[in-house]
């Protein structure tokens, strides 16, 4: 079973950091991306990473925010630092699987306080 979990998640006041992590099972992802969603907004894309490690980011959250995979766990990471309120939001991970299925995870909120 392909599976997508992230962890991570909480409530941190502005200025703060969090770590988010997306343990991948089931399958290799060839591509990895962490998406969010904040409340009456669309979905937003926030970065990728590939199996080969190149990183991909919005402009709204470069240099803030890191993406990074450890191969042997099978997990992608999500560095947040500098957090603003409107990083607020449910973040998602999306993973491209090496037989081509997409799949997601179940979300983790993150909320930043002013």
């Known amino acids: 079973q392909v599976q997508l979990v992230e962890s991570g998640g909480g409530l941190v006041q502005a200025g703060g950091s969090l770590r988010l992590a997306c343990a991948a099972s089931?399958?290799?992802?060839?591509?990895v991306g962490w998406y969010r969603q904040a409340p009456g907004k669309q979905h937003e894309f926030v970065a990728t990473i590939t199996s080969g490690g190149s990183a991909n980011y919005a402009d709204s959250v470069k240099s803030r925010f890191t993406i990074s995979r450890d191969s042997a766990k099978n997990t992608v990471y999500l560095q947040m630092n500098s957090l603003k309120p409107e990083d607020t939001a449910v973040y998602y991970c999306n993973g491209l699987s090496q037989w081509g299925s997409d799949h997601w995870g179940q979300g983790t909120q993150v909320t930043v306080s002013s």
């Open positions: 089931g399958s290799i992802f060839v591509i």
